[in-house]
């Protein structure tokens, strides 16, 4: 149920100074109610076409919004567009926009504000992470490749309120690939008026809830309502703060104290204890993501010895990293995609039933037929992001790889945002931390980032055998026949072992009682104009 909107009478008294810092009607500070989140890392960037953390999709969420969205519990909804139909082939959608629809400075949403949007993110002058996911819209493959202009693009705007999208051929999952961020639209005007600061505050205009209104660099990042939005009358929050909360540790601390009412995620030193004290805060569910380690596969050592490749693999003990050092209910990961997608049974390593002595066993004689041991050491650089939780995964398997004679591994720690630059540069880095959470519910959203041409293919995997069976699942209109491609595929891409799953994760977030309307969905999604505050 939609709720209506409540007052909050516990702000904080560090909220209610910078409240007081930041004008604009609606209530006054000492009526309006505010969310604090944490948010984990900085995001990286606003911009919807060139942001790639979870952390920047999360305030996204709040300014923007796509022809469809997800409700609390991660079911499609109707979202900029008021409906849609479908041709018979599944290559046709016709979305017609809400007539009500407003950018937070006013204007209408129109079709042709989508149309711009969708040209630029698969202009290759654009360099956007996420243009491979559309590259089954007419015409998009060949834009993105250089050779045909982005106004070929297949999508079309038949009047102001009517939008027409031609595929290529039919895609199950792409009325939820509509809620990426990616695919919001971009606010012309306001992006050739300031082109790489349209996302600052005071320049940035979205079509979302929530308008930006600060942004502290290493701080904050604040948002107060979209007094345009079409939906307005039914958010119930007036301002939202996403905290900057890199130590997950600090973040549980604030929440402690009242300084947050939902934190990023629970350290795993603490979550025992959590559950104890708080268990009806404790927020925990199943997820679409892994954690994972990426070899970079333009490093010889790594490219030209693909039995050193899977002996680092069955060197990890994932039992001991899954249940010992992180243990909220993750789950040990000898494949890429993980369980619960529907219809998909995702595939596994020969070796995920070994037990863990012999598989030690088997890497070190394959680290051996490499041509490593102790006569001829190996030196390798793992590099992570600052985090408690990275650090300890990373000691315990620097451990693990000691068992093979001569390996030597150096940890090297970095701020997030310098260690996503050296991945995508590929000069210094041999094997990274990352980890990959689903953009819609479809075993693509994994596979499709090993593809030899995806800009989120941050080993640099090159397989025309993948390639190929990642093409004809795609061609596949047999839901049947295009599952076992993609399996295929994903068999396939574990046998080269270019990254190492380490454990398939699980949301978990602690959750105020003051909070309501959280719901618990796979992808983790949690607008902020879902939710309330209570008294």
């Known amino acids: ?166 595929l290529r051929h039919a895609v199950p999952y792409f009325l939820n690939l509509l809620t990426h961020p990616s695919m919001f639209p971009v606010h012309r005007g306001s992006l050739e008026e300031h082109a790489d600061a349209h996302t600052r505050p005071g320049n940035l205009v979205g079509n979302g809830a929530y308008k930006l209104v600060d942004w502290q660099v290493g701080s904050v990042i604040e948002l107060m309502r979209n007094e345009h939005y079409w939906d307005n009358a039914n958010t119930a929050i007036d301002r939202v703060r996403h905290y900057v909360t890199s130590e997950p540790m600090s973040e549980l601390s604030r929440y402690r104290a009242g300084e947050l009412q939902v934190t990023r995620t629970i350290p795993p030193e603490a979550f025992a204890q959590m559950q104890a004290q708080r268990p009806a805060e404790v927020r925990v569910s199943a997820a679409l993501s892994v954690y994972y380690y990426g070899l970079n596969m333009t490093v010889p050592v790594l490219s030209e010895n693909p039995k050193l490749r899977q002996a680092l693999s069955m060197a990890i003990d994932r039992e001991v990293i899954a249940h010992d050092i992180v243990g909220r209910g993750e789950k040990p990961a000898y494949g890429w995609v993980p369980d619960g997608i529907a219809g998909y049974q995702g595939r596994r390593f020969p070796y995920a039933s070994m037990p863990a002595e012999e598989r030690l066993a088997t890497a070190k004689q394959l680290y051996r037929e490499a041509g490593f041991g102790a006569n001829k050491p190996l030196r390798l650089e793992l590099r992570y992001n600052t985090s408690d939780t990275h650090k300890r995964i990373a000691l315990a398997a620097q451990s693990m790889w000691h068992e093979l004679p001569g390996l ?7 701020e997030f945002q310098v260690l996503v630059d050296n991945i995508r540069q590929r000069e210094i880095t041999q094997i990274f931390r990352l980890l990959w959470i689903g953009d819609y519910d479809d075993p693509h959203t994994f596979l ?75 992808l983790n999604y949690h607008y902020s104009q879902h939710l309330s505050l209570s008294n």
């Not at 030597?408 to 970095?414: D, G, H």
Request: glycine letters at 6%.
């Open 1 to 166: 149920m939609k709720k209506l909107r409540r007052r909050c009478a516990c702000l904080l008294v560090v909220g209610a100074l910078a409240l007081a810092a930041c004008g604009g009607s609606g209530p006054s500070p000492e009526q309006e109610s505010v969310l604090n989140r944490g948010n984990g890392v900085e995001p990286e960037s606003l911009d919807v076409h060139r942001a790639a953390s979870t952390e920047a999709h999360d305030v996204q969420r709040d300014i923007g919004e796509g022809l469809t969205g997800l409700t609390p519990q991660g079911e499609l909804r109707a979202a900029a567009a008021e409906r849609w139909e479908v041709s018979a082939d599944g290559r046709q959608y016709t979305f017609w926009l809400r007539p009500d629809a407003r950018w937070s400075n006013g204007e209408l949403v129109t079709a042709e504000d989508f149309v711009f949007s969708y040209r630029r993110l698969v202009d290759p002058a654009t360099a956007a992470l996420y243009v491979k996911s559309v590259s089954d819209i007419e015409n998009a493959a060949e834009i993105i490749a250089g050779d045909r202009p982005p106004s070929e693009l297949g999508v079309i705007a038949t009047d102001t309120h009517t939008l027409e999208i031609r």
């Open 408 to 414: 030597e591994i150096a940890l090297i720690n970095e």
């Open 448 to 522: 499709s980032t090993l593809e030899s041409d995806n800009p989120s293919n941050f080993t640099a995997y090159q397989s025309k055998i993948f390639d190929s069976l990642m093409q004809r699942a795609a061609e596949s209109t047999d839901p049947v026949r295009r599952n076992v491609f993609l399996g295929e595929a994903e068999s396939e891409m574990l046998a080269d072992h270019p990254l190492i799953p380490l454990y398939f994760m699980v949301n978990k977030s602690m959750v105020s009682p003051q909070v309501e309307g959280w719901g618990d969905n796979v």
